[in-house]
């Protein structure tokens, strides 16, 4: 009945127009794992990483319960390097260089255990890796895909292999327009659920999200921050806390979904506030309650008629 998390693990060189940070932990498995921490023990994760990650990165992800039994650390390999520059508008962001390294050779093998597992996140990585883990997990009720522009573009095919063993794609809405050829996000939903999942999260940055179902569709707010200082890892965070708290209460109504959506934008609020993974690295369970209650009054409203 557990939660498995197959992405990247990254080491980041991260500048925004307020500060800049090199060796970053980063990527979409460490995101993922670290917000589904709070309300999932034992999240396993799967992932490949070189001997330059440091002992401090592993000690954080230890402390947070999340089970590394599939993280290969390779003697004398380089851990997934990526740098980006964000601009004064943080949605726009400047890729500067991607070093695969070690993650060229990314080969997901879940254990025994792994493969048992009911829930499952498959974070953006390549189509064909998804496709691996989704043949070796035995029966999983609920898996949450991710994915990007980049796959669309180079392995269309594949990911469409993806999206009908999916219950859920969580994608940006430059993305839905991509993989549906519809500008309308309303008809970039439906022909996108169409393709084969079930839901649909399209996130909207600082506008919130749409969560789409059948004939329903819930528009959850984005969290006021007055500072944002470092959007990366907040759509991963998303997806982490939102899978986590499905895993947790183990109620798949849409109603629960929408509870869902509400905690997973509440972990990537969280998320921007610091660099790399410190926004959610020394959270409580109570400030995360108490943020969810503020996202809620934030769409919460009095009829009179």
Sequence with gaps: MGLVVVGSIALDYIETPFDKLGDALGGS?????????YFT???????????????EHVKMLEDHNIDLEGLEIVKGGKTFRYGCRYQFDLNVRDSLYTELNIFEKFNPVLSERQKKSSFAVLGNIDPDLQLCVLDQLENPRFVVADTMNFWMERKLNELHEVLKRVNLLVINDSEARQLSNEHNLFKAANKIRGMGPEYLIIKKGEHGALLFGDEIIFSAPAYPLEDIFDPTGAGDAFAGG??????????????????????????ASFCVEKFSTKGIEGLNKLQIHDRFLEFRELSKFTDHE
């Design 29 to 37: 498995t460490t995101f993922i794992s670290l917000a589904a921490s």
């Design 242 to 267: 939102l899978t986590s708290y499905l895993h947790d209460t183990m109620d798949l109504s849409f109603e629960n979904l929408k509870r869902a959506v509400v905690y997973g934008s509440t972990m």
């Design 41 to 55: 023990p034992n999240v396993q994760i799967v992932g490949i990483v070189g001997d330059d990650l440091s002992e």
